[in-house]
């Protein structure tokens, strides 16, 4: 039986996410990418809340994505914002999620943006 990649990465997210729960004290930054966007929150699973939330979307970071950026680069960029947001509102340690994805490439590159805007993981 042979799985298609997205199967795959579902059946790691399951995996993962029995081990992995974002309390209050640490809450969970949860990664989605798509084709060509990338999606971050940080959810508090205990309360069932997303506290902070971001993406290559984010009207505040549109400024600076224009232009001929890469997909790594504006990660990188929403890692930082992301940092910022929860910073400002008290959130200095989390757990990363990475959702069965490789932490290669752009998932990589977000962590990295977030541990640079000051996040603990």
């Not at 949860?30 to 084709?35: E, N």
């Not at 993406?55 to 990660?75: F, Q, W, Y």
Request: charged share 35%; glycine share 8%.
């Amino acid at each position: 039986m042979f799985l298609k990649d997205n199967q795959k990465r579902a059946r790691k997210k399951i995996r993962v996410r029995k081990k992995l729960s974002g309390t209050t004290e640490r809450p969970r930054l949860a990664v989605y990418r798509s084709l060509d966007k990338i999606y971050a929150q940080i959810v508090d699973d205990s309360k069932g809340v997303t506290l902070v939330a971001a993406s290559s979307l984010t009207k505040e970071l549109a400024e600076e994505l224009k232009g001929t950026m890469t997909k790594v680069a504006k990660s990188k960029l929403v890692g930082k914002y992301i940092a910022k947001i929860a910073i400002e509102k008290g959130i200095e340690t989390i757990v990363f999620d990475r959702s069965g994805y490789n932490y290669h490439g752009r998932v990589q590159a977000l962590a990295e943006g977030a541990r640079e805007g000051g996040l603990k993981f």
